[in-house]
């Protein structure tokens, strides 16, 4: 006689139900804390690239391709920051909070790529990796697209696994659709295309079928292919006319640490690349195996957008250590998954790492304030301005791309000007041949006709850099200090116009022996001042002058 079923399925239910239980509270709890860690610096004020970000999505939805086409980016972020600006405003802790959302996603993103591909360890790991990842933390505090590339990479390496390694053919239209609008959203996931073609290598090395799987991958990779060709043609108007004058080409060294600053130093990446080795090593040696494809293909599709971006690089300006958000994703799974297999040297690893990026002692003592003008302090300096300047009076802002910075800040009613003349739209920057246009820039042929189109009476701020510059400085950058210096002196020394006051943070050293001369100085308290135990450099500085037209002639 077969014993009456108990209610509820049993014990064993009853055990799997709680712990599914306690499973959700656990990762409520962990993306709950996620969340908490990545508000600190939620209103950090605007840097130039982020001022840059929502110049371009406050155009009409319409327009934001086209008036792309000055920038050389693709429109997917910035079409979503259109509609969320609509939505809760362009301020900072507005427009941080969908970066906010993208790195939070990022988290159930990772667990189910850890438990789908691998098990509940790695998924578990692969969390909270995910979690408490200092780029994440980052670039959710920053109104950039980076924690959305970082999330669609993620997805789009998970599908191909799940595609083309591990052979499940309704993953390749998720793959697809991931990796395009990934392209959609960074020009460098061009570079993550290119790796997952590699990445069928080992792949079809594992396949009972390799030619079909070949066959499968390059389909899809059309496909993709065919979806980005309306982008695709802008992108080449774009390289031949736009592009990253401020970039430099990092040397071999300095490739490594830009890949350590991912995981903050070089001391968690030496951790972490040991530990996760030695969980790996015994896969890698069976490259005919599932896993041993899957590790493999995981290698390719990080190793290769690195290797991709820094060979442009050489050839044309490209490159930076955001740009590498395309490997965050499968960083961060191959990492987590080596870090299961290696068991106990995986658990200590994860603590410590984990430890190293929250620090969590320093957080209890109360030592991890943030300070508002950490990445710039162009709000104070713009709130400094506005007080001395009228409807009508201009600003020169000496590094074009800065324009917008202080077109969001200052008065609607000022003009906006840098070293090639009057700008007429100060939200937007144009990088067509700017590096031409800026190397062509002269006191004769753009400042003295910016001062004849002025009144008696009238005034000009001139806004520059307010740092030294440093052994990697492009042209691009030492170009527009020279030129700062070259106007500056004119403006000061000239007839036409005479100091009223000169800006600059009460933090800020004096780079500048002009600034030493005699004459009225205004600081601006731009954070904590001198003596704080939070008195650290601004990341981008900017001093400014402002002088009162008294004969255009």
Not at 390 to 398: F, K, P
Request: proline share 7%.
């Amino acid at each position: 006689m077969r014993p009456a079923s108990q209610p509820g399925g049993g014990p064993l239910a009853t055990v799997r139900r709680r712990s599914r239980l306690l499973s959700g509270v656990a990762f409520g709890l962990l993306i709950g804390a996620s969340v908490i860690l990545r508000l600190e610096g939620a209103g950090t004020w605007f840097w130039i690239d982020e001022a840059l970000t929502v110049g371009l999505a406050q155009q009409p939805f319409p327009e934001i391709p086209s008036v792309l086409r000055l920038d050389g980016s693709p429109p997917l972020y910035y079409l979503a920051l259109n509609v969320w600006l609509r939505l809760f405003g362009s301020g900072e802790v507005a427009t941080h909070a969908l970066s906010l959302v993208f790195a939070t996603l990022c988290i159930p993103a990772a667990w189910w790529a850890g438990r789908s591909l691998f098990d509940r360890r790695t998924a578990w790991i692969a969390a909270v990796l995910a979690a408490t990842s200092p780029f994440l933390t980052h670039f959710a505090r920053e109104t950039r697209m980076y924690s959305l590339v970082t999330l669609l990479a993620l997805l789009a390496v998970a599908a191909f696994v799940h595609a083309f390694v591990r052979g499940t053919r309704r993953a390749v239209p998720a793959f697809a659709v991931a990796l395009a609008a990934l392209l959609y959203t960074h020009n460098w996931g061009i570079y993550l295309a290119v790796a997952a073609g590699v990445a069928l290598v080992p792949a079809a090395l594992a396949a009972p079928r390799p030619l079909q799987l070949l066959r499968r991958g390059a389909l899809a990779l059309g496909a993709v292919g065919l979806a980005y060709l309306p982008w695709a043609f802008l992108l080449f108007g774009q390289v031949g006319s736009t592009g990253a004058p401020w970039s430099f080409t990092p040397g071999a060294r300095q490739v490594v640490l830009e890949v350590a600053a991912l995981v903050r130093d070089e001391r968690v990446l030496f951790v972490l690349v040991a530990v996760v080795a030695a969980g790996l090593l015994p896969i890698l040696r069976r490259p005919r195996t599932t896993d041993g494809a899957t590790a493999w293909a995981l290698g390719c599709l990080v190793v290769v957008p690195i290797g991709l971006g820094w060979a442009v690089s050489h050839i044309e300006p490209s490159w930076a250590t955001r740009y590498l958000a395309v490997v965050v994703g499968p960083l961060l799974l191959r990492a987590a998954w080596g870090l299961s297999r290696a068991e106990t040297a995986g658990v200590i690893a994860l603590v410590l790492t984990v430890a190293v990026w929250v620090q969590p002692v320093t957080r209890l003592q109360g030592n991890l304030e943030t300070d508002p003008a950490g990445k710039s302090d162009a709000k104070a300096l713009a709130a400094s301005l506005d007080r001395r300047l009228d409807d009508g009076d201009l600003v020169i802002v000496a590094q074009p791309e800065a324009v917008p910075l202080f077109a969001h800040y200052l008065q609607d009613d000022v003009r906006f000007a840098t070293m090639w003349g009057e700008v007429e739209r100060p939200m937007v920057m144009d990088w067509r041949d700017a590096e031409d246009r800026l190397q062509a820039s002269s006191v004769e042929e753009n400042l003295l006709p910016l001062i004849a189109n002025l009144g008696p009476g009238d005034r000009i701020a001139l806004v520059g850099p307010g740092g030294r510059l440093v052994p990697t400085d492009t042209e691009w950058i030492r170009t527009f200090h020279r030129l700062h210096s070259e106007w500056r002196q004119t403006l000061t020394s000239g007839p036409s116009t005479v100091l009223l006051d000169r800006i600059r943070s009460a933090r800020q050293e004096q780079t500048d022996p002009a600034d030493a001369t005699a004459g009225p100085t205004s600081a601006i308290e731009a954070g904590p001042g001198p003596g704080s135990e939070r008195d650290v450099p601004v990341a981008v500085p900017f001093t400014a002058r402002v002088y009162e037209v008294v004969s255009p002639g």
